[in-house]
């Protein structure tokens, strides 16, 4: 006879699983709809996230060139940022205490954050074209 899950970590895997398709359909969406960057468009300035569309678009045809052309500071945050939400989700699922509350998580969000600042200002400068997504031309 198998044992059953307890009732809360039922609920609590519902929630991750809810969570996690909701995720999904969000990205999703905004690979299918492809919404303008309003910081491009307003100032004609790359932010941290331009080309991360085209970026993703390029590695679901194969094509991983294409992609480091499009974006590389996203090429490299998003697979740990996934790693981040499924493990934080897990933890939930398991009733433990979540990462966020960790000590080093704001400076590791710090972290991130600077590198993403730093990245936009690089790829605006002169010289770091390259940093531009590969359609660049605002």
């Not at 307003?42 to 992609?67: E, I, K, N, P």
């Not at 205490?97 to 002169?126: D, E, H, Q, W």
Request: net charge positive; with cysteine.
């Amino acid at each position: 006879m198998r044992p059953s899950l307890h009732p809360q970590v039922k609920r609590r895997a519902l929630i991750a699983a809810g969570v996690l398709l909701a995720l999904c359909l969000g990205a999703a969406a905004i690979l299918l709809l492809r919404p303008e960057c309003l910081i491009l468009k307003y100032t004609g300035l790359y932010c941290a996230g331009c080309g991360t569309q085209r970026m993703v678009a390029a590695l679901l045809r194969g094509d991983f060139r294409g992609a480091l052309g499009q974006n590389l500071f996203m090429l490299a945050f998003l697979p740990g940022a996934g790693i981040y939400i499924v493990v934080e989700l897990l933890r939930f699922t398991q009733g433990k205490r979540p990462l966020y509350r960790s000590k080093a998580f704001i400076p590791a969000l710090c972290a991130a954050l600077g590198l993403g600042l730093m990245f936009t200002v690089l790829r605006n400068l002169p010289g770091f074209q390259w940093l531009a997504p590969s359609w660049a031309g605002p």
